[in-house]
């Protein structure tokens, strides 16, 4: 919903400031899905916004799995279309957002890179994903890790994080943005007081410079050694004993999961101050044929030794592969 244009609405019918303030807050509680079902507003009042707005900026295309992970297809009102995913990991309900259609980067494992780029979505179209789950769910926690660059979309994504946060029942270190890395964006994001201090995600997948580009062809020369002295800018920027960086690795075999690499990233991430580590599997998709998978003990040991090291590491728990609704897999080839 446009809240402006509601703003302006409510002004020319002449109604009280508390209208706004009562619409709104049905509108991200989530559980309607129009006006009509606003039975605390007046018949005329529903009417009439009925007719001037819309509540939600998509729309159920078709949606597939089961009560631990679901992956719909939205339309947008262009008629593009992108996926968001929920998953239930029985303590906390998590959404994760898309904020772009397709994506321009191309990294070697991820199939949404595949569809190229189309447009951004709006911070509306990225709220509305949330909302849409909202209407069955109690979401706990969100994480831009979707179809897209957020720092590619970075405006709409800074003022949809802020109204979510201002109107629904979440604080900042219930969402996470993750980022492939976009220097000047990072740059602009330590030095912007209107970004939320909610949680920051690097997609690493490779601590050593001459490799990652194979694997993020939009690495940028001299990267990893910008991280390391942006780190400290960070860590200045969100002081908070609760925030960290975190480094997403996803494993390729025979690409980046060597005694090498392991050694590469304990001295990169001893490096950045405060981070956590977070190991996932290489997921399958119909543009990246998994040959040779990971190995649960190869994990483990990789989770083992950075333990060792002092480093807060976790093994992501992958839902959704049978739906290709997992890290990687998102691509509109399997819900159309």
């Not at 492939?180 to 410079?209: C, Q, T, Y």
């Amino acid at each position: 919903m446009d809240l402006i244009k509601l703003k302006e609405t409510l002004y020319s019918l002449n109604l009280p400031a508390f209208r706004y303030r009562q619409i709104v807050k049905n509108y991200y509680s989530g559980r309607y899905l129009n006006f009509d079902q606003m039975t605390d507003l007046s018949l005329d009042l529903r009417q009439k916004l009925s007719e001037s707005l819309k509540l939600l900026s998509v729309s159920e295309k078709n949606i597939v799995g089961d009560d631990s992970t679901q992956k719909v297809l939205l339309e947008l009102s262009d008629g593009q279309k992108i996926e968001s995913v929920f998953m239930n990991y029985e303590d906390w309900l998590t959404v994760c957002v898309s904020s772009q259609v397709g994506c321009s980067l191309g990294c070697h494992f991820c199939a949404t890179g595949k569809m190229g780029f189309k447009r951004n979505l709006t911070a509306q179209e990225m709220i509305d994903e949330v909302r849409f789950w909202m209407k069955d769910y109690k979401i706990s926690n969100i994480v831009l890790m979707g179809q897209g660059e957020p720092f590619l979309n970075y405006e709409n994504v800074k003022q949809a994080l802020n109204i979510i946060l201002k109107y629904a029942e979440m604080g900042p270190r219930q969402i996470t943005v993750s980022t492939v890395g976009v220097p000047v964006v990072m740059e602009k994001m330590v030095e912007d007081k209107d970004w939320p201090s909610v949680r920051f995600a690097l997609s690493l997948h490779n601590p050593i410079e001459e490799e990652r580009k194979k694997l993020i062809p939009s690495h940028q020369k001299d990267f990893l050694k910008f991280l390391i002295d942006w780190s400290k800018k960070y860590h200045e920027r969100f002081s908070s004993r609760t925030q960290f960086i975190g480094l997403e690795y996803t494993l390729v075999p025979g690409e980046n999961d060597s005694e090498r690499h392991l050694k590469a990233l304990i001295k990169l991430a001893s490096k950045l101050g405060k981070v956590r580590i977070n190991l996932i599997p290489l997921n399958e998709s119909k543009v990246h044929k998994v040959v040779k998978s990971i190995k649960s003990d190869a994990i483990e040991y990789w989770h083992k030794r950075l333990m060792e090291c002092g480093f807060t590491t976790t093994i992501r728990r992958s839902q959704g592969q049978d739906i290709a609704a997992a890290c990687g897999q998102l691509a509109l080839n399997t819900i159309e």
